[in-house]
């Protein structure tokens, strides 16, 4: 049977005065030296990215997403392909998500997990019926799990804990998340509290199924479960939460075992993400990797790292690239901009990916003005390979014990405008 021996976490460099940490975690599909940034792959793709282009990037890892799978092509598809990484001819590790953050999105509208304070929710903000702005509720929470209206075509489904580790079992994933709760900016500290005791019920239940689910597919590689840490912007609850899911246990063909990792969800306001990670950092066990659950910019990254999360995932890079804009050295530029029309030089001198090494911003603008996908590819593969390339050089100067310099350089050249 495969057991969670099969996954592990060995620790390398630690940075000075702080959480962050260098690592390597072992999987069945290959190895991830962290810290790592995990391009998203929400429906078993990185949107207008070729698999092998991907890898050509330098990505590690791929996260999808549960729900989405499961609407569409259905969790049953995949575990007959022999699960994700072969279902989207990726040659790495994967990860999925629970299913928790559609649980708050489809329940109030709100799309962003960092600093969900933006338009005014309808309702008053601090109540618990706070919904964003031309939304309706279609998600409604109760202590077993959620009902869920379908995005797609409007079917009425159920989420629990055993639900959302059936599914992912079945896609197959090297990483999956316990099911969880995610609450919004707008919650009342009560609504916290009530939350965080049922993410609590709902991780012990995930992991029982897991243990489960292990056994019954003896045949298949382990799949390791983190749990997933929540508590919005409070010290408190945060703590508590770690504490509660590292003390965790259930049995294992007759041998005792915890989560292989954790995952920090929740929402908060972005200057918050370092002192948040920070909290948790201090009460995880230090022999788990951690996962930040959806971040964005570069100092979000720093952030992230400097606290002492292993493991990120973002869609930034590609979303934005479908906007038209691409990052820099320099900072985040629009490329539909006038000034770009006849500019023959490349997104960024001296960037390795092979759109600077084969067109031009002037090629690039031309194929956006004239509403051609390929835009949205060519950024993408730049901004993937910028992101890729910055976070291999935050772990690299933090094994050569500079990262503090690079990390005021970097920025101040980012933000300098």
């Known amino acids: 049977m495969p057991k969670p021996s099969d996954f592990s976490f060995r620790l390398g460099t630690r940075l000075d005065g702080a959480h962050g940490r260098t690592g390597t975690i072992h999987t069945p599909h290959g190895d991830i030296q962290t810290p790592a940034y995990i391009p998203v792959g929400t429906k078993a793709t990185v949107k207008a990215v070729l698999p092998e282009v991907v890898k050509d990037l330098g990505a590690q890892a791929v996260l999808s997403n549960a729900y989405h799978l499961y609407l569409q092509p259905g969790p049953e598809l995949l575990d007959l392909h ?29 799309k962003k997990v960092i600093d969900m304070t933006g338009p005014e929710a309808q309702g008053k903000v601090g109540s618990d019926d706070a919904v964003a702005p031309g939304k309706e509720r279609l998600a409604n929470v109760d202590h077993d799990g959620v009902w869920f209206t379908s995005h797609i075509n409007g079917d009425r489904h159920r989420f629990t804990p055993e639900i959302s580790m059936n599914i992912q079992h079945q896609l197959g994933a090297d990483v999956m998340m316990a099911f969880d709760e995610l609450t919004t900016l707008h919650n009342s500290r009560g609504y916290q509290v009530e939350s965080l005791e ?35 912007q409070y010290e408190d609850l945060r703590r508590k939460a770690c504490q509660d899911l590292s003390a965790m246990r259930t ?19 972005k200057e918050n993400l370092g002192t948040i990670v920070g909290w948790c950092a201090e009460e995880l066990p230090e022999d788990k990797p951690r996962h930040l ?4 910019e570069p100092d979000d990254l720093f952030a992230a790292v400097e606290a002492g999360a292993d493991t990120f995932d973002a869609v930034s890079p590609t979303r934005v690239a479908r906007t038209g804009a691409f990052y820099t050295d320099h900072g985040r530029i629009n490329l539909p901009r006038a000034q770009f029309a006849r500019d023959l030089s490349p997104l960024q001198e001296g960037c390795d990916c092979y759109t600077c090494q084969h067109y031009s911003k002037a090629y690039i603008r031309h194929l956006i003005k004239g509403d051609e996908i390929l835009s949205g590819t060519l950024l993408s593969i730049h901004n993937l390979r910028f992101t890729i390339r910055l976070v291999d050089t935050i772990r690299q100067t933090i094994i050569d014990g500079d990262f503090y310099e690079f990390k005021d350089h970097m920025l101040g050249r980012y933000y300098s405008k």
Do not use: C, K
């Not at 799949?223 to 919005?232: E, F, T």
């Not at 049995?251 to 306001?269: I, K």
């Open 82 to 110: 022999g699960g994700l990484s072969t279902f989207m001819n990726w040659p790495g590790p994967t990860f999925t998500d629970s299913g928790g953050f559609q649980v708050m999105s489809l329940g109030s509208g709100f």
């Open 198 to 232: 049922r993410t609590r019920g709902w991780a012990q239940r995930s992991l029982n199924e897991h243990a489960n689910l292990t056994q019954r597919r003896a045949d298949r590689p382990y799949q390791a479960l983190y749990g997933v840490i929540q508590g919005a």
């Open 251 to 269: 049995d294992f063909d007759g041998t005792e075992a915890g989560f292989d990792g954790y995952g920090l969800g929740g929402a908060f306001e």
């Open 293 to 296: 659950l959806g971040i964005s």
